[in-house]
Nanobody
Framework: QVQLVESGGGLVQAGGSLRLSCAAS????????MRWYRQAPGKERELVAV????????NYADSVKGRFTISRDNAKNTVYLQMNSLKPEDTAVYYC?????????WGQGTQVTVSS
């Protein structure tokens, strides 16, 4: 079955960096568009970044452009989110997402907390 397992979250001071990882299994990772979402307390889940199957095309929410970088390693079935210059408003649970065979799949999420 499809599994997405996120890791790399934690507590960091404003201006710091974190790298999230999402290990995928149970589907053809190399041909699947992968996304990172986040959900802050009391807010709706929002799309943060997208990476297409070859890794050559990416897209970002305006709020993270220039600070976050999404990448993937198809040999390791893993997608990453490098987060730099973190701000307190980046505090949220971050989720990995795959859309495969007409279904959305989600990981369990990893908490990112940015202190001011």
């Amino acid at each position: 079955q499809v599994q997405l397992v996120e890791s790399g979250g934690g507590l960091v001071q404003a201006g710091g960096s974190l790298r999230l990882s999402c290990a995928a299994s149970g589907f053809t990772f190399s041909s699947t568009v992968m996304r990172w979402y986040r959900q802050a307390p009391g807010k709706e889940r929002e799309l943060v970044a997208v990476i297409f199957s070859t890794g050559g095309i990416t897209n970002y929410a305006d709020s993270v452009k220039g600070r976050f970088t999404i990448s993937r390693d198809n040999a390791k079935n893993t997608v990453y989110l490098q987060m730099n210059s973190l701000k307190p408003e980046d505090t949220a649970v971050y989720y990995c997402n795959a859309f495969s065979l007409a279904r959305h799949y989600w990981g369990q999420g990893t908490q990112v907390t940015v202190s001011s």
